[in-house]
């Protein structure tokens, strides 16, 4: 390259620099900070899975004995500090279980509304609304739990909801109601569900008309 091609160059380069060069360099400032950003979101979730892993297995271990104040603590540090993790919708329902089991069911039931609230997996979320809802059925809480499960939607929970909302409209009396609600289960669930079927024909028959 001559000198004169060489000066030709450097005075484009700085012309096109002074047009375009704080852009590109506010440009490569951004894509930087994203990817900081990125990697370190990326390390925090693996560190909060990780903590949040150690901690669930202190639930289980709680959850296998019946000191219902150990089982609450824990499921609560669970969920005040790793509320955002998978493991938290677990421990809800672990908790839950492991509370009624024991005699506590408002614990039960505050562990399994925690769920319906903060779940991040809607099918995580729908079976807490199933459990709450059969709590709500033994305290005759009909109406809360008819509200609390909405109507059957499509979907693999669609026999199930339609069978709880049959059980809470017939508790309530509603005989024709729960008539309806439980032959959508029949006709939602698989025919693979022989044992489910056959317990939701016999309600049904159990209704008459």
Known sequence: MSYHDEQESIESLKA???QWGNATTWIVLVALVAAAGWNGWNYWQRHQAAEAAVLYDQVQQAAAGTDKAIITRVATDMEDKFGSTAYAQMTALTAAKALYAAGDEPGAKAQLQWAVDHAKDDEFKQIAKLRLASLLLDEKAYDAGLALLGEPQSGAFKGVVADRR???LAAEGKRDDARAA???????LSKNDASARQLIQFKLDALGG
């Open 16 to 18: 096109w620099w002074a």
């Open 166 to 168: 049959g059980d809470l």
């Open 182 to 188: 439980y032959k959508l289960a029949l006709d939602s």
